[in-house]
């Protein structure tokens, strides 16, 4: 079976603009978790979401935010970049919402210059 | 709040050398504790799990043990070798209202030499 997939691997944008990442979870899962992993820390969680909706927020700014489709696959969005918000973004995914056991995908590393 | 503390990296060892990695957590209730290994250029993998106090994880030679009294979970091998080259990320499960998630140390960067 595949595991979790992101789109794009890698994307360079400017600041002010705005960026839509992309997420396909492992089949039979439910449940999106987006994580932000700034270079040399560990990864934040950004949100949850299980059938199709929001089920969870981290401390990040409205700019975020993200949907799920019925297909369970997911989009996180940012607007007005930041030059803090280059960072590898991680999706990860799990059969159920409370489930915590997750698999995470390779990665968008998000340059913002 | 919960969280996650590691021993700071980078650590350098030699094939065949004993590996210990450090963690300690502080939580709320009775969390799962997770090892995740990423190399580099790719996402995390996960290497081990702990669901409850006592349990012992291992997998591919590594080992970890879910200490209640010591709120740690220390990551071992006997014999690394060059492949295992990579940042470890020991994290524990925080359940809310409707939802779950993981809370991760801030790595530690395990380097083995020839």
Known sequence: ?113 | GNSVTQMEGPVTLSEEAFLTINCTYTATGYPSLFWYVQYPGEGLQLLLKATKADDKGSNKGFEATYRKETTSFHLEKGSVQVSDSAVYFCALSETYNQGGKLIFGQGTELSVKP
């Open chain 1, 1 to 113: 079976d595949a595991g979790v997939t992101q789109s794009p691997t890698h994307l360079i944008k400017t600041r002010g603009q705005q960026v839509t990442l992309r997420c396909s979870p492992i089949s039979g899962h439910k449940s999106v978790s987006w994580y932000q992993q700034v270079l040399g820390q560990g990864p934040q969680f950004i949100f949850q979401y299980y059938e199709k909706e929001e089920r969870g927020r981290g401390n990040f700014p409205d700019r975020f935010s993200a949907r799920q489709f019925p297909n369970y696959s997911s989009e996180l969005n940012v607007n007005a970049l930041l030059l803090g918000d280059s960072a590898l973004y991680l999706c990860a995914s799990s059969r159920g919402v409370s489930e915590t056991e997750q698999y995470f995908g390779p990665g968008t590393r998000l340059t913002v210059t």
